[in-house]
């Protein structure tokens, strides 16, 4: 897979380089607002980050694919991460079905950006990876994860499931093909 490009951002994969980006990122408790124990757990130190890369690193050697780096291609900026991620354990009752997924640091927040990277990547799992669905879920409470998610073509499923006692919703959409 090749780094490509939305309207103002670039997704790349993620390298250690990205470890202090990605320790501002998930040592923000603002960003683990609606996360709860789903998003991984608050870092508190660069090898934690290091260590979350590393393991994205093994999934893209594995099943080919991993959350990625998204970068402000204005600046160069590190923003936070987006992507597809293949999901082998249950959740909702599926299991093995494509995450699409976004996390940016608080400053980026509310100027479209991660509308723009969900979209890219919605579009890139069946233009170019051909998925068949692409799945989501988010934190009943997250409304600006949720709208997001609609806004995208995603179909919010109208009942609620627990992930370790937090209420979450679910969204897919196949392929349009």
């Known amino acids: 897979m090749l780094p490509f490009d939305s309207a103002r951002l670039h997704f790349r994969p993620l390298t250690p ?3 202090a980006g990605m320790f501002a990122l998930d040592s923000d408790p603002a960003v683990h607002r609606y996360l709860g124990s789903i998003g991984g ?3 508190s130190t660069l090898t934690q980050s290091a260590q979350t890369i590393a393991y994205i690193e093994a ?6 694919i991993g959350r990625w780096a998204v970068v402000l291609r204005e600046t160069g900026e590190f923003m936070g991460w ?11 009752g599926r299991h093995d079905f494509y995450d699409l997924g976004y996390r940016f640091l608080p400053r980026f927040w ?4 991660g509308f723009e990277a969900a ?15 692409i799945c989501a879920y988010a934190d009943t409470h997250n409304v600006a994860s949720r709208r997001i998610l609609t806004k995208i ?4 499923e109208p009942e609620e499931f627990l992930i370790e006692g937090m ?3 679910w969204f897919e959409a196949d392929a349009p093909y």
């Not at 987006?82 to 909702?92: D, E, F, M």
């Open 17 to 19: 380089a990205d470890t």
């Open 41 to 43: 757990q608050m870092v």
């Open 59 to 64: 999934q893209y050697a594995a099943v080919g």
């Open 82 to 92: 987006a992507g597809l991620k293949l999901v082998a354990s249950p959740i909702n």
């Open 110 to 113: 509310g100027q479209g950006y």
């Open 119 to 133: 979209r890219a990547w919605l579009d890139y799992g069946f233009d170019v990876l051909h998925l068949p669905r």
């Open 153 to 156: 073509g995603l179909r919010e």
């Open 167 to 169: 209420p979450c919703v």
